[in-house]
């Protein structure tokens, strides 16, 4: 896993409204770990955020995550943003039910706390 003090700092970047520091600081964690699934999902969100040309990045990340992560809900979530942005509306709608149905699944409390 990527050290926490390179990719949290993402975040708070992304907070403040600096996207290109944001994307630079996910970028460095990522090449860390190419297959840290959560970095991507961050990046293909902030390229979502960054607009429409970004859009075809940010789909390529998040299926990326997907495919180390199928069941990780942001990633569906954010990809269905893009579709929908992109005028793939049915792809959009399975990607919020995905993430709907994912929701509903997760636990109330992680389970690696309760360990």
């Known amino acids: 896993m ?3 003090s390179v990719w949290l700092p993402g975040f708070m970047h992304e907070a403040r409204g ?3 520091r944001a994307l630079y600081t996910y970028g460095n964690s990522l090449s860390m770990e190419l297959d840290y699934a959560p970095c991507k ?3 293909g969100a902030l390229l ?3 607009g429409s040309k970004s859009l075809p990045a940010g789909r390529t990340f998040l299926s990326d995550a997907l495919r180390l992560e199928p069941t990780n809900r ?3 979530y954010y990809l269905g943003m893009i579709h929908r942005d992109d005028g793939r509306l049915s ?3 399975d990607c919020f039910q995905a993430a709907s149905m994912l929701e509903e699944s997760d636990p109330v409390e992680s389970f690696s ?3």
Do not use: F, G, T, Y
Request: aromatic share 10%; glycine share 0%.
């Open 2 to 4: 990527p050290n926490s």
């Open 18 to 20: 600096d996207l290109q």
């Open 41 to 43: 999902v961050s990046i």
């Open 48 to 50: 979502w955020r960054m």
């Open 74 to 76: 942001m990633a569906w």
């Open 91 to 93: 792809d959009a709608a």
């Open 113 to 115: 706390s309760i360990l």
